[in-house]
């Protein structure tokens, strides 16, 4: 687009410096006009420890038409370094958001991904809530469907059946994000959005933080507490490994 937002890089990961209602304009306008297929990605903390490990996802973040920060740990690093965000832009909250901008311009929407019954769940709040939106469909691909070509094929098939204007993906990073770099020219949809959990927190199947945890940055302990097992190791790994990544950022600045 002629009006690129500035972009700027925090812990290795580029940031778009753009408002929610300024990415949700975007994506909704872009996918109205039938523009060419781009990608849009939401870094984290978790994304820039994968960023600095894995060549590939570096090349798909660098050709990402947006990328939107997604936590408030990087509002606070983007200030500490001199580039500071207008606002956090979560997957989770631009999810409804772009949903009811497709309602209002009748685009359809299509949902990839989610654990089982999720995307249905949220596919029915999200047309109870916005009656002009159209969900073209939903499909749950199964664990390690990536590995397998029949089943990647099934899932294509169902996305290019649906012929959507956008095209929400919740497989979790970052196979979320190799999924539509790989398959975008092939689906042809004009915006994929890589949303994680968005589909679990709509559907209510995972309840999201507090809005005070959010802003203080915690919404990530909440999790770990409502899903141990599965995300302490996560966490444990990549939060001080953003922090460290940062300090160095900074160290660097200040030498320059």
């Known amino acids: 687009m002629a009006d690129r937002p500035e972009r700027v890089v925090i812990a290795g990961a580029p940031v778009d410096a753009v408002t929610m209602d300024d990415a949700v304009r975007r994506i909704v306008e872009h996918a109205e006009r039938r523009g060419p297929p781009e990608i849009v990605v939401t870094p984290n903390a978790h994304h820039c420890a994968l960023l600095a490990d894995d060549p590939r996802f570096r090349e798909v973040y660098a050709d990402a038409w947006l990328s939107l920060p997604d936590g408030t740990p990087l509002l606070w690093a983007a200030r500490l370094l001199g580039t500071p965000l207008p606002e956090k832009v979560s997957g989770s909250d631009l999810f409804p958001r772009v949903c009811a901008g497709a309602g209002e311009r009748g685009l359809r929407v299509f949902l990839l991904g989610g654990r089982p019954g999720a ?15 159209r ?6 691909p ?28 919740g497989l979790g990073a970052p196979k979320q994000e190799f999924y539509m770099a790989d398959h975008r020219a092939a689906l042809g949809v004009p915006v994929s959005v890589g ?26 302990f909440y999790r770990v507490m409502k899903e141990p097992r599965r995300l302490w190791k996560r966490y444990a790994t990549t939060n001080p490994r953003f922090v460290a990544m940062v300090l160095r950022q900074y160290r660097e600045m200040r030498r320059g």
């Open 195 to 220: 949303v994680g959990v968005s589909f679990e927190f709509v559907a209510g199947m995972v309840k999201r933080a507090p809005g005070w945890m959010q802003a203080a940055g915690l919404e990530w």
């Open 135 to 140: 969900i073209a469909g939903t499909y749950c």
């Open 119 to 133: 995307a249905e769940g949220a596919a029915r709040r999200l047309e109870a809530e916005n009656p002009g939106l």
């Open 142 to 169: 199964p664990m390690g469907f990536e590995r397998d070509p029949a089943e990647v094929e099934r899932a294509n098939a169902a996305v290019r059946a649906a012929d959507p204007h956008v095209l929400f993906v």
